[in-house]
């Protein structure tokens, strides 16, 4: 048999390789038709609910979100076939206009009656059609307007899923804080759209002491011509950091015009919101190029594998549907869009919308089709369905707080070549940060390095002088006195201005030492004389950039100006005449050193001290006995000996001894006082002023002067004085002059006017006059500029490194010389006499000194004598008792140191006998001076040691060993006693 051949095999294989592939592409059309006809039977049981999509048909945002919404149609409904609602979406075009955007609404809701609205684009089209939906109860969802005008506290059914346009003003205000700007101007278009987000932006850079100078708003219809205009007044000015709030086709033409006019350069700082950092993909080259160095913001979208394929995509899709136009990648508007679309399908399906209807209007027969709209009956439960829709989104997470979605961060670019380059994130928790998961704070310089307009790398400032030639004009007071402060002469050769100064040459140093070059020319200003405070308001009128003189800086000129910090002390204070005292003719100038109350205390503290030292010696000294006037005057002259330290009472108790050098400390430093005091009142001629105080003047009803054009005449009102008791001078010689006359001959009494103007006016009459009273604070002298003003914190910084060097001093050595003659007239007013309170300390010292050592003594005592006591003042009155503790503490104690005394004493008023003494003397005393003689040691004992401790020995009168006690003094027995 045959065997098959090679051909036969293959034809069979191809055969069954056939019919493999048929039955496989059968099987798969069956499964396919399967599963149509199980959606088109879902599909035909589904409920239907029409939704109305208001678009620009036209515009590459309208084109690109119309493919987006189509497309969250079917990919909702894809993953959710078993849902009994279908949402049926009518489109209609705006045509880029509100009234076309508001009759598209209308044919919806009148015609087609849709449950739900989905846009329109624009924040004004929305602002009109939301009236719309708020009087049909119909949910407006819109994903694109962010203006803050449109809220869904005033029309509940209005719903924003989109960012509100305020939230961006946080992180504005966070980069303008982190480069240190201070100055902001915002460019936004003149509609509610534009306007919208100023007022957050406002409060937001207020926050962080920025201000906002100025407001550049240019209309949405304006002209290259018209935006050039702006443009040029804004590089007039010195701010130079610009933040843009208007559409994209505005901003681009914006940023052309821009370039044009050389404001893309260096120095320039230009902030765009999301408004036209969105639209940034769909610029075209020209406007990227005149967009480089811009930082913008936007909202974060999260690049997670569902946006990659959602994106790629959406760019197939729309490529095919508009192959003429560049498929980019999808903005946030399309992705919100999306999620909008979600939210709404949800939400019909939530609300189970099984019979959608309308209610006829209260006005049936009208003729409008505004009269004739319906009111949703299922409105209502619809838009409270949307509220409560969330889910994880294409552009994160879908979640309304009060109609309004809530937005995690923000992204911040930096547009540099063909696009956008991201330099960093800001969140509500972390601020700025270069990656969005941060722990970092709000700081300086915390995004990624910034290629800024022009292509420095150095971060602008924020400001700089107008390049325009036009350097600034400073005005200059110009009055009649005081011109080494300011001086404004026109010289007669050459009739040109010259004006010179302390305040001059304080203000010319300090621009010196700026980091830049300011020029600046200085414009007299002739009406300064009446009142600064009409010169600092032509600062706030914009006719000057500055003052420069001696003005004050007060609080309710800062309501109107900046001032820099002082460069002058401040406060202000009075001059008076002064009367002047020689002492040298005052017979009582001894008295002076010391106050009344000085004098007094020292007195009871002279007789205090006496007294507790006699009442320690008392009972062990023989020196502190005596009768009662001998005591006393011990007491008195032991005391006031320690002046010239010359007592010569030997103490005996160390108790005593402590109390006496305590004593003598206080007494050196008494005398060492007064001496100086009375020294110091004798040589220096005394100038006492001829007023006190503001009290003594109004009192006396006097009249007091100010300074022409100076805030004192307020203040003295406020002090009470009488206006017409207020004379206004301008010059140092009619202060002389006025103050030499008195209130009586028609002057003043006292002139009041700042520190500086004092101690000018003292340099030249330092010897008539003085500065006396309370000295009131004030700020001292400061510049002014405008409010905002970018050169304040410069120039402080200056004034601070001129004042705290030698250029300071050396001014001041230039206009004031040394002021040596107003520190000699402060010297030269003498010294006060001396007050109890400055000694009162020694005064404590002593007196706890010596009460602590009486109390001791007291102790020891009654500690001692306590058997003797008891023993006296037993059975008797109170009174008797102390009479008896009285004579017992009287008497004299008896010890072997005072017997020593007596013996020594003996001894020695022998040896002085021995000179006029009789034979029968002679040989009694012989018997005595030899140690073999019985009466010497006997008679001696009896006779010189039998005494009574209350008197002297008690042998008799005629004892020649008496009689030569008696004849020795007491102050001759002590010096025998002491070696002498």
């Known amino acids: 048999m045959r065997k098959p051949s090679h051909q036969f095999f293959c034809a069979r294989s191809l055969s069954f390789f056939f019919f493999f592939f048929f039955f496989f592409f059968f099987f798969l059309s069956f499964f396919a038709s399967h599963q149509a006809l ?32 189509s497309m969250a149609i079917e990919d909702f409904y894809a993953a959710h076939p078993q849902y009994t609602t279908r949402v049926v979406l009518s489109f209609r075009d705006s045509h880029q206009d509100i009234i076309e955007a508001a009759s598209a609404a209308v044919d919806l809701l009148g015609n087609a009656q849709v449950q739900a609205l989905i846009g329109p684009h624009t924040s004004p089209e929305t602002e009109f059609v939301v009236h719309l939906c708020n009087q049909s109860q119909v949910p407006l969802v819109s994903f694109s307007a962010t203006s803050p005008a449109l809220s869904p506290a005033h029309t509940p059914f209005f719903v924003r899923a989109t960012l509100n346009d305020s939230s961006q003003a946080s992180p504005i205000a966070a980069l303008v804080q982190s480069f240190g700007w201070r100055n902001v101007v915002p460019i936004y278009e003149d509609s509610n759209y534009g306007a919208g987000i100023v007022p957050s932006l406002i409060d937001a850079l207020q926050s962080i002491d920025a201000r906002v100078p100025y407001r550049a708003v240019i209309p949405t219809s304006a002209k290259d011509s018209r935006i050039d205009k702006e443009l040029k007044n804004l590089m007039t000015m010195q701010t130079r950091v610009f933040v843009v709030h208007m559409l994209p086709d505005l901003g681009s033409r914006l940023f052309r015009r821009a370039k044009a006019a050389g404001m893309m350069t260096e120095g320039y700082v230009w902030i765009t919101t999301d408004s036209v950092t969105n639209a940034i993909e769909l610029l075209n080259s020209k406007d990227i190029d005149a967009m480089q160095g811009v930082i913008g913001f936007r909202p974060y979208m999260a690049n997670t594998s569902k946006t990659i394929n959602f994106t790629a995509r959406f760019k197939a899709r729309f490529g095919l549907e508009y192959p003429r136009l560049e498929a980019t990648d999808p903005s946030a508007f399309q992705l919100w869009a999306y999620d909008a679309v979600w939210a709404v399908a949800m939400a019909v399906e939530r609300a189970k919308l099984s019979n959608p209807s309308f209610q006829s209007p209260y006005k049936a027969n009208s003729s409008s089709d505004l009269g004739r709209l319906g009111v949703s009956l299922t409105g209502p439960k619809l838009l409270d369905a949307i509220l409560n829709t969330a889910f994880d989104g294409m552009a994160g997470q879908f979640r309304l707080l009060n109609g309004q979605l809530q937005l995690s961060g ?231 000996s320690t002046l010239v330290f010359s007592h010569k009472e030997n103490l005996e108790s160390n108790l005593s001894k402590f109390v006496v050098i305590i004593w003598v400390f206080v007494v050196l430093i008494l005398t060492s006082s007064y001496t100086a005091s009375l020294t110091s009142m004798l040589t220096v001629q005394q100038l006492q002023p001829t007023i006190a105080d503001v009290s003594e003047l109004l009192r006396r009803g006097d009249s007091v002067g100010y300074q022409d054009g100076t805030f004192i005449v307020e203040l003295l009102k406020g002090m009470n004085f009488d206006e017409h008791k ?122 706890l000194v010596s009460i602590l050592m009486l109390i001791i003594y007291l102790i020891i005592f009654f500690c001692k004598e306590w058997d003797k006591l008891k023993a006296a003042t037993s059975e008797r009155t109170v009174w008797k008792k102390v009479v008896a503790v009285s004579k017992h503490y009287d008497r004299r104690e008896s010890t072997a140191h005072t017997s020593k005394i007596y013996q020594e004493d003996v001894v020695a008023g022998e040896r002085e006998a021995n000179q006029e ?35 002297p020995p008690t042998t008799e009168p005629s004892s020649p060993y008496n009689l030569i006690y008696q004849n020795t003094s007491i102050e001759r027995r002590t010096e025998i006693r002491e070696g002498r």
């Open 38 to 69: 199980v959606g088109l039977a879902q599909s035909t049981a589904a409920v239907p609910v029409r939704v109305g999509v208001i678009l620009d048909f036209e515009s590459p945002t309208g084109k690109r979100s119309r493919t987006s919404i």
């Open 410 to 640: 923000f992204e911040i670019v930096n547009i540099i070549g063909n696009g956008p380059r991201r330099i960093g994130f800001w969140t509500p928790t972390t601020g700025l940060s270069p990656l969005l998961i941060s722990t970092a704070s709000n700081g300086k310089n915390r995004l990624k390095p910034i290629v800024w307009p022009g292509d420095p790398t150095v971060v602008p400032k924020g400001w700089q002088i107008p390049s325009n030639g036009m350097p600034l004009r400073i005005a200059v007071p110009v009055k009649p006195g005081f011109k080494k402060f300011v001086n404004v002469e026109t010289e007669a050769t050459t009739n040109k201005t010259k004006i010179t100064g302390y305040c001059i040459d304080i203000f010319d140093a300090v621009m010196k030492k700026l980091p830049y070059p300011v020029p600046y020319e200085y414009v007299p200003f002739y009406d300064s004389s009446q009142s600064y405070d009409n010169l600092v308001y032509q600062v706030y009128l914009k006719k000057f950039a500055a003052v420069v003189g001696d003005t004050t800086i007060l609080a309710n000129r800062t309501n109107y100006v900046d001032f820099t910090m002082p460069y002058t002390e401040s406060g202000v204070s009075m001059i008076v005449a002064v009367k002047k005292d020689n002492n040298n003719n005052n017979a009582w100038i001894f008295l002076k050193p010391l106050t009344t109350d000085l004098w007094l205390m020292s007195l009871a503290f002279f007789f205090f001290t006496g007294f507790v030292v006699w009442l320690i010696e008392h009972r062990i000294n023989p020196l502190f006995r005596g009768t009662p006037s001998q005591q006393f005057g011990t007491i008195f002259y032991f005391s006031f």
């Open 726 to 847: 207020l004379k206004n001078y301008s010059t140092p010689e009619q202060y002389a002059e006025a103050l030499s006359k008195g209130t009586a001959n028609g002057g003043v009494t006292a002139i009041f006017d700042e520190i500086p103007y004092l101690r000018l006016f003292l340099s030249d009459y330092y010897a008539d006059y003085t500065m006396v009273g309370p000295t009131y604070k004030t700020d001292g002298f400061g510049f002014v500029f405008p409010r905002g003003s970018p050169l304040v914190p410069d120039v402080s910084r200056a004034i601070l490194n001129v004042t705290e060097g030698e250029e300071m001093a050396r001014i001041e050595r230039t206009w004031f010389g040394n002021l040596t003659n107003i520190q000699a007239q402060s010297s030269s007013s003498g010294s006060a006499s001396l007050a109890f309170w400055s000694f009162r300390g020694l005064f404590l010292i002593t007196g």
């Open 917 to 951: 003494q009789n034979p029968r003397e002679a040989a009694v005393l012989h018997e005595l001076n030899n140690p073999e003689s019985p009466k010497r040691t006997s008679n001696y004992s009896e006779s010189i040691f039998d005494y009574s401790p209350d008197g």
